[in-house]
């Protein structure tokens, strides 16, 4: 069983940074491609980041494409997203994903396994 367990969420202000973490359990990063996703109330699961199989290669939207830096940690079991220059539109819940597939994907519905979600909060 494959179990995601975000933490590092909070209340920031903008231009404050924040670096969110993935702990997976039951199975290792190994193999997978991971990413982050948020989402905003009244709104669709927007993805983020996601890093490849063999954590070399990055992926990120637009929205926050250099401002967030995903990686990872094999030996801690652990992802991580870095997110510096925080802005109020932010302001969502964050999941990580795991999915055993081949290619960097932005869908939703090829991640396997989420994790619960961790709230940011950015005030203006």
């Known amino acids: 069983q494959v179990q995601l367990v975000e933490s590092g969420g909070g209340l920031v202000q903008a231009g404050d940074s924040l670096r969110l973490s993935c702990a997976i359990s039951g199975r290792t990063f190994s193999g997978s491609v991971s990413g982050w996703f948020r989402q905003a109330p009244g709104k669709e699961r927007e993805f983020l980041a996601a890093?490849?199989?063999?954590?070399?290669?990055?992926y990120y939207a637009n929205s926050v494409k250099g401002r967030f830096t995903i990686s990872r940690d094999g030996a801690k079991n652990t992802m991580y997203l870095q997110m510096t220059s925080l802005k109020p539109e932010d302001t969502a819940v964050y999941y990580c994903a795991v999915g055993y597939m081949t290619n960097l994907r932005m869908t939703a519905s090829d991640y396997d396994y989420w994790g619960q979600g961790t709230q940011v909060t950015v005030s203006s």
């Open positions: 890093i490849s199989r063999s954590g070399v290669s990055t």
